[in-house]
């Protein structure tokens, strides 16, 4: 490196223009090229031939010393040799220069390289600017507009203030930009026009183009999938509607072939049967009740699950599911609920004989009261007080509603036979409901009165001839 550096001093001394005070400056010369040798050349040789050659060695004007200095130069070794001459230190040193000469322009080269691309950068980075200042200044395109920006800042007097040339090239070069931009985008209308799409837009377009049409096709499969489900839920309920009517002739026609044709006379001499657990057999009553403010539930139940005895009726109106039950579902007692509300009744009803059973209830304080076989086996009082039973409800015998009339649960359901079910619009007195139970009344419900014409059966549930006294003395 120092010899690269002893090569750089040399050429520019050896243009050196000389002036009148040549003698002066050659003297300084002479020192300085002194001071620069090593130690072991005290003369200019090293660096300049003898004086005689230095006079003699450039043009000379007319009575002057010469032009120029020319200098004959010998590059430096790292190291002073203590014994030799310059020409045998520059003979040793050539490969070393060498090598440092295309180090040096191998780096000059990669600074150049990255110079380029430091430029590069920073074009991007003003054409950027550039075009966000055009968007944003893109009602500074009047006269006055441009008169406001080529206005002086404050403080310069109307003189720009002194600024290094490299900030004036750039700043012309924002602006030459800048009018270029502005060029183009007056001629981008036109030019948008008159000229067909350019490729990412014809690309772009046909990607929306695919996407709106998988979306129609994705819309449409979702729309045939959604018939086709439509019109299998149809079928099947169309085909259970088919097979539980099926079911139904069935049971009717054993019935009549078991029992005969006065089966049914008198209209509430039946019973309904369902034989196994599950959750589509069910009897439902065609009426309604009315708004209640108390009531009174009776029934004939013979039970033969395992378990509790399941679900024996259920009233649900639109808003709520557990208007009234009677439920007795798992290890859990029999329990009557009104409105959501609970009380359980200690009634025991799993030797699976027939029993009769009454709940009455009055929304006056809540009081309640259970009956079997007659007997009052349990009172008590605020259950769902104050509530008045609410009309336009379904009944449905054998099953527990999760909703209006549907959404049976298996592990809910009545097993066995119920008959006699009546309702009536306040509490029957404990005298009325012994007499119904030892068979001594016929008290029928003022609400809903057991009629064969009145119950339908489905799901394979079916209708038999029932005498309450003659089976209660079987049993």
């Known amino acids: 490196m120092l010899a690269f550096l002893g090569a750089i001093i040399c050429i520019i001394a050896s243009v050196h223009p000389a002036g009148t005070a040549a003698p002066a400056a050659a003297a300084d010369n002479d020192s300085a090229a002194a001071a620069l040798l090593p130690a072991a050349d005290k003369g200019l040789g090293a660096l300049h031939g003898p004086a005689e050659a230095l006079a003699s060695a450039g043009p000379r004007l007319p009575g002057g010393p010469p032009l120029f200095s020319r200098f004959v130069c010998t590059p430096l070794s790292t190291e002073c040799p203590a014994t030799g001459t310059g020409t045998t230190a520059g003979s040793a040193a050539g490969p070393e220069e060498l090598l440092a000469l295309r180090s040096a322009a191998a780096q000059l080269r990669r600074t150049a390289l990255e110079q380029k691309e430091r430029i590069r950068m920073d074009q991007e980075t003003i054409r950027e600017l550039t075009g966000k200042l055009s968007r944003c200044e893109g009602g500074l395109q009047s006269p006055a507009a441009a008169g406001l920006r080529a206005a002086p800042r404050p403080g310069t007097m109307g003189h720009p203030p002194d600024e290094p040339p490299a900030v004036r090239e750039l700043e012309e070069a ?204 349990g009172a008590g009082e605020n259950l769902a007080s104050w509530h008045s039973i609410r009309p336009q409800g379904i009944i449905i015998l054998g099953q527990e509603q999760d909703t209006l009339g549907g959404r049976f649960d298996a592990t809910q359901a009545f097993v066995g036979e119920l008959a006699q079910f009546g309702v009536w619009d306040h509490m029957l007195a404990p005298a009325e409901i012994l007499g119904l139970a030892n068979c001594t009344s016929h008290l029928q419900g003022n609400v809903i009165q057991w009629d064969d014409q009145a119950v339908e059966v489905f799901g394979g549930a079916s209708k038999a001839g029932f005498a309450a006294c003659e089976e209660g003395r079987k049993a």
């Open 174 to 377: 924002v602006r030459t930009l800048q009018d270029r931009i502005d060029r183009i985008e007056q001629e981008l209308p036109a030019r948008t026009n008159g000229s067909a799409p350019t490729a990412p837009a014809l690309a772009r377009d046909a990607l929306h183009t695919k996407m709106e049409q998988l979306e129609e096709q994705l819309l449409s499969k979702i729309l045939t999938l959604q018939k086709e489900r439509q019109a299998a839920s149809t079928d099947r309920s169309q085909q259970q509607h088919n097979i539980e009517k099926e079911l139904n002739s069935l049971q009717n026609r054993v019935t009549e072939l078991e029992h005969g044709p006065l089966g049914y006379s008198p209209p509430d001499a039946f019973k309904v049967t369902i034989p196994v657990q599950n959750n589509y057999m069910y009897a439902r009553v065609k009426k309604s009740l009315p708004e209640l403010y108390a009531f009174t539930i009776c029934m004939w139940l013979k039970s033969k699950a395992l378990a509790g005895i399941g679900t024996p009726f259920s009233y649900s109106v639109p808003s709520q599911a557990n208007e009234i039950v009677l439920l007795e579902w798992g290890s859990n007692p029999l329990e009557l609920l009104i409105n959501d509300k609970v009380a359980q009744l200690p009634l025991s009803l799993k030797d699976k004989a027939w029993h009769h059973v009454c709940v009455a209830w009055t929304t006056r304080d809540g009081k309640w009261s259970a009956y079997q076989d007659g007997e009052q086996r």
